[in-house]
């Protein structure tokens, strides 16, 4: 029977149970009367007496998760600086046609292969150019004898000037017609000079090592003289080009290591070449040119040119004030912590947070070295609630 109604109508109560001693007050009369209202009010209390052990003791508040609690540790932290940039070629080499009108026979690369600097990349037909050039050889040859018959003929002009056989104006024609002859042997040992490096040209060599990043040659093609035949990458070497801001480009040097990771690719490490003089004023970021190096040191095609990668310069290491990543709740776009009270229930307070190390975040500001802050079951508390902590 419920405590409430024996407590708030005992009267009721009372009539209720004197009515069910009918036979007995009739049998007995008006003692018997008085004994059944003093059995009545002694059953009564027996009954208050039995409901109220019965009643649950009032309950003390339980708590609403049970949770684990940790203090910020203090940490030597590496001091990174994030920039996002594309990945691009050191320095490209156009490789171009140095013959003009000559058809295109042989293209011995391809888009891809790695050279060496004067290796052969593509040949031109050279028929047309070996004719010239043995037709300048035979001038030139023709030349040589001409101005050999001219060298004997002022040999003996001078030999005999002094006797007067020749008179001066003849003496003068005869070593003008030397001077004369030789000028033709040097233009046609020039004219010769000109067709071997016309057939020189005929073959495209690479003018560095490297990888060939684009060709545009095709067997048969004519082209004219400066048509860009191939595009190389210079040493195979490739540089981030990182943009990073204003205001952190002060701490950046030559020599700084770098890491990267571009989009679907795997991770490379990086040095440092050159750090840009010049800010962008639009974008107000500047240029930090990183080689990428492979674990031996040399460069590699670990990604490719034109792709976009995000990475971190290694700027030096700092002191940093930690927490597990799991006790900082991030909500309406601010970071919260819930620091445990001496009466078990959790404050809600706001952080400003900074770096990221694995599972561990830095808080800057907004929380004491030796405050308790809850680590699991942060996300699902609200500020003020009591909890247990776990041991």
């Known amino acids: 029977m419920n405590i409430s109604f024996l407590l708030t109508s005992p009267y009721r109560y009372l009539q209720t149970a004197y ?38 003791a009032k309950s003390s508040p339980r708590p609403a998760l049970t949770v684990t609690v940790a203090t910020a540790q203090t940490s030597n932290w590496a001091t990174k600086i994030t920039a996002n940039g594309n990945i691009a070629a050191w320095q490209e080499a156009s490789v171009g046609s140095e013959s003009n009108g000559l058809k295109l026979s042989e293209v011995l690369v391809q888009v891809g292969d790695t050279v060496k600097a004067g290796q052969v990349l593509a040949r031109f037909a050279n028929e047309t150019l070996l004719a010239d050039l043995a037709q300048a050889q035979a001038a030139l040859a023709e030349a040589k004898a001409s101005a050999a018959e001219a060298k004997g003929n002022a040999d003996r002009a001078r030999a005999l000037q002094p006797t007067g056989v020749f008179s001066i104006q003849q003496t003068q024609q005869i070593l003008t017609a030397e001077q004369t002859a030789a000028a033709r042997v040097e233009s046609a040992q020039a004219v010769v000079a000109v067709q071997q490096l016309r057939l020189k040209h005929t073959q495209v060599v690479a003018p560095d090592s490297g990888l060939i990043s684009a060709r545009t040659a095709t067997v048969g093609a004519v082209t004219a003289a400066g048509t860009e035949l191939f ?17 952190e480009l002060p701490a950046l040097r030559a020599g700084m290591k770098a890491s990267l990771t571009p989009v679907g690719g795997t991770a490379v490490e990086g040095r440092v070449r050159m750090v840009a003089p010049t800010i962008n004023p639009q ?22 040119s034109g792709s976009f990668a995000r990475g971190t310069f290694d ?4 002191s940093a004030l930690t927490l597990p990543q799991a006790a900082v709740v991030m909500r309406d776009g601010f970071a919260w912590v819930f620091v445990l009270g001496s009466d078990q229930r959790v404050r809600q307070t706001k952080v400003a947070t900074g770096r990221r190390n694995g599972d561990l975040v830095e808080v800057l500001k907004g929380l004491a070295p030796t405050e308790p802050v809850v680590v699991q079951g942060a996300g699902f508390l609200q500020d003020g609630d009591l909890v247990k902590v776990s041991p």
């Open 283 to 304: 974008t107000r970021n500047g240029l930090v040119y990183v080689d990428l190096l492979s674990n031996a040191g040399t460069s590699v095609l670990l990604v490719r």
């Open 231 to 247: 595009r190389l990458i210079r040493q195979g070497r490739l540089e981030w080009q990182a943009e990073v801001t204003a205001a």
């Open 19 to 56: 009515l069910h001693f009918g036979p007995f007050r009739s049998a007995f009369g008006a003692h018997a009367r008085r004994s059944a209202y003093s059995i009545c009010a002694a059953f009564y209390l027996t009954m208050v007496g039995a409901a109220w052990a019965a009643e649950p």
């Open 315 to 318: 700027v030096g290491s700092s």
